[in-house]
């Protein structure tokens, strides 16, 4: 236990339980409070950070701080659900990090827990197997079916295109940048909007230069967002298909694609993967796997191979954690899953070889780790999106949604930076 602090007076925020009803504080349970007073301490005993509890209780090594407000709440929340629990009380004021600490720099202890080989959890195992008492299953509602997608990915990138357009760079490329040379995690604190589109624009050209795209090629684009790689490919003269299931996205690419002057050469279609007919030169598909889901794995990788002509490659851009965390993390519903990314699960690169080699006759080969530009790309978006919110609150956002938003762009952030999370490319080619 480190030396009690002084405690920091802070404003404190409490969520409208009516618009956010899965804020409202769970009803307390001694036992699970106890159990989550234990899992912090243990949590706390070797972490490199500082807990700072509103009865001037504080545990941790020292270092990135955090100061709970209402502890009672806090501990009801982490016993009530380990999975959301934390992210939870984040959204409900029940905690800051502490003034001049950044909220990713804090959850970097935390994240590094996992990416340790030798630390792949932040509890011990004894305890760890008691876990099963605190975590929830994905419910089956979130199923990736045509309907169960559709309503899934709606739910973010149907958010509001004005809003994602207030802190994405002006191409609105919603994925890794790869800003290029040294590591872009070195000083975050120099990360600015200006060096982002440029990174964004030399990420899409890595993609269509490992497709060997080129002007005449024919172009399937699977989950196309805002048709960033779409247009970068038409101006190279190929011919592009680009689908998505978010209807508002889909409005707001058919626009982007008029402005850059290529509507000639790209078709933005409303339509599932799962749909597509036709044969393409290459078949690009950025950060969708992960909305895919487990079950429907083998059936994108068996899409993507059928839409290939002979000769043609694939190029798929996702974020991956380690196998043996996705194996363990799988069956339970997160934070993310509940608040950001409905349907979501973020796979291995060993299931992806896996599931290519088992399910179809493609090789997957990793071309680029772009895990750490990730991170850099994360902290961008994060000061964008803090610098910009009086606009974004105008669109009819309230602050809640603001401190999810926070948290998530930090908490993604920091698995990026401490390699829990990597983002790779890969090429998908015929054995």
Not at 159 to 182: I, Q, V
Not at 361 to 379: F, K, M, N, Q, S
Request: aromatic content about 10%.
């Amino acid at each position: 236990m480190t030396d009690v602090m002084p405690r920091v007076q802070h404003p404190v925020h409490a969520p409208e339980t009516e618009t956010w009803p899965t804020l409202a504080r769970p009803r307390s349970n001694p036992v699970r409070r106890y159990g989550a007073a234990t899992a912090i301490r243990l949590i706390a005993k070797d972490l490199p950070a500082t807990i700072h509890l509103d009865s001037n209780r504080s545990y941790g090594l020292g270092g990135p701080a955090m100061r709970v407000h209402r502890t009672s709440a806090f501990l009801d929340r982490l016993g009530q659900d380990a999975g959301s629990g934390f992210g939870e009380a984040y959204l409900a004021g029940d905690w800051d990090p502490e003034p001049g600490t950044d909220l990713a720099d804090l959850l970097v202890p935390f994240a590094e827990r996992f990416s340790n080989e030798e630390t792949r959890h932040l509890l011990p195992k004894w305890a760890q197997s008691l876990r099963w008492l605190v975590t929830r299953s994905q419910p089956g509602e979130q199923e990736n079916d045509r309907a169960g997608a559709r309503e899934n990915i709606s739910r973010h990138y149907d958010l509001s295109n004005p809003m994602f357009s207030e802190f994405l760079d002006p191409t609105l490329t919603y994925s890794a940048a790869y800003f290029g040379g040294g590591d872009p995690t070195a000083d975050l604190a120099t990360a600015s909007y200006d060096e982002l589109t440029a990174a964004q624009l030399r990420k899409l050209d890595s993609i269509l230069d490992a497709a060997g795209v080129r002007s005449g090629s024919r172009v399937l684009d699977i989950g196309c967002g805002w048709a960033s790689l779409a247009i970068r490919a038409a101006q190279r003269g190929a011919w592009v298909t680009a689908i998505t299931i978010a209807s508002q996205q889909a409005l707001l690419a058919q626009r982007k694609i008029a402005e850059a002057g290529v509507g000639d050469r790209v078709q933005v279609a409303l339509r599932d993967y799962r749909d597509q007919i036709g044969e393409f030169d290459a078949v690009l598909s950025v950060e969708m796997i992960e909305a895919v889901g487990e079950k429907y794995w083998p059936v994108y990788f068996d899409a993507i191979e059928r839409r290939l002509a002979p000769g043609g490659v694939g190029v798929v851009q996702a974020i991956v954690m380690p196998h043996e965390r996705m194996l363990a993390t799988r069956n339970t519903f997160t934070w993310v899953q509940k608040y950001i990314f409905p349907g979501g699960l973020i796979p291995s690169i060993k299931v992806i070889e896996d599931v290519t080699a088992q399910h179809t006759g493609l090789r997957a080969e990793v071309i680029r780790h772009l895990g750490p530009d990730y991170a850099r790309t994360l902290r961008v978006w994060r000061n964008r999106f803090i610098e910009h919110w009086p606009a974004i609150a105008a669109l009819g956002f309230d602050d809640t949604f603001r401190r999810m938003w926070e948290f998530y762009l930090a908490y993604s952030e920091a698995g990026f930076r401490t390699g829990y999370l990597d983002d790779v490319q890969l090429l998908l080619t015929r054995r």
